[in-house]
């Protein structure tokens, strides 16, 4: 408990004996009796220097000593105060208990093989702390009333993972999420779903940017292909649908309506070199 300077103080001591050591082979090679009583009178007062300091590390010992037995039975006493195990319908609890409630820091082993590490307020979940599910997955994050709520990491057990906001035990707020593919989608969600304004990232190069509702392209958007092209418009059911604008990688721009991803109906098509074409599309 008490910081220990017992090493620095042998260090102090090693460094005062070896500058005796050199004086005194300086005595030996003078003559000079004003020089060899000088000598003689620092090494007196080197030599009472490192008494003084033993007898300060014996004293530093022994209060070392009182102190860490007050603190050990200190630590015994809120121990046997707070820290106990208790037993619930769906599992076993041990850590700190007050006012008959959980709280501070505790663990909960759940009966279906589950455990829940951190901090507990109120009887509740709140704080940091760690879900581990008996199927693999674990939530490692913000708690509030027993709920996943805050920021935090959940990692599910096919590979994919959630970073971000949770809020009432669901993902809401900003988030991103990595599929196990290698995709990922990084933006808004609600509800457990991908909803509002987010950007995809496709494991191919390509990069959706817009917008999203339950989980899927829909509304307005852009399209980066991997070749360069790019599509900006409508969106539905995560495909291009309504009306839109490609832009070729080659500098050529066509405008016109989508329908369940294919052209429809007029277009025009403005060539780099200035040529405009128009074209009909039919849908059988």
């Known amino acids: 408990m008490m910081p ?35 000598i003689k009178d620092i090494i007196i007062i080197m030599n009472k220097i490192i008494n003084n300091c033993d007898q300060i590390k014996k004293d530093i010992q ?35 208990i007050i006012n008959n409630k959980r709280e501070g820091k505790g663990i909960f082993y759940y009966n279906d093989g589950g455990k829940y590490e951190g901090d507990w307020k109120n009887d509740f979940k709140e704080g940091k702390g760690i879900d581990y599910f008996n199927d693999g997955e674990k939530y490692e994050g913000d708690f509030k009333n027993g709920k996943r709520e805050g920021k935090g990491i959940y990692y599910y057990k096919d590979g994919n993972k959630y970073e971000g906001d949770f809020k009432n035990g669901k993902l809401e707020g900003k988030g991103i999420f990595y599929i196990n593919d290698g995709n990922i ?25 817009g917008d999203f509702k339950n989980d899927i392209k829909e509304g307005k958007g852009i399209l980066y292909y991997n070749n360069g092209n790019r599509y900006e418009g409508d969106f539905k059911n995560e495909i291009k649908e309504g009306k839109g604008i490609f832009y070729y990688n080659n500098g050529d721009r066509e405008m016109g ?8 109906g007029k277009h025009v098509t403005l060539k780099a070199n200035g040529e405009v074409i128009t074209n009909t599309y039919f849908i059988n």
């Open 4 to 38: 220990n300077i017992n090493e620095q103080i042998s260090a102090n001591n090693n460094l005062l004996l070896e500058i005796i050591n050199k004086l005194e082979n300086i005595m030996k090679d003078t003559n000079d009796k004003f020089i060899i009583q000088r």
């Open 62 to 96: 022994n209060l070392n000593n009182v102190m860490n037995k007050r603190f050990n039975n200190l630590e015994l006493n809120i121990k046997n105060d707070s820290i106990q195990t208790r037993t619930y319908n769906n599992g076993r609890y041990e850590g700190q």
């Open 185 to 209: 989608y990084e933006g808004d969600w609600k509800n457990d779903y991908a909803e509002g304004k987010g950007i995809f990232y496709f494991n191919n190069g390509g990069i959706y940017e």
């Open 257 to 264: 309506n989508y329908l369940k991803d294919q052209r429809v």
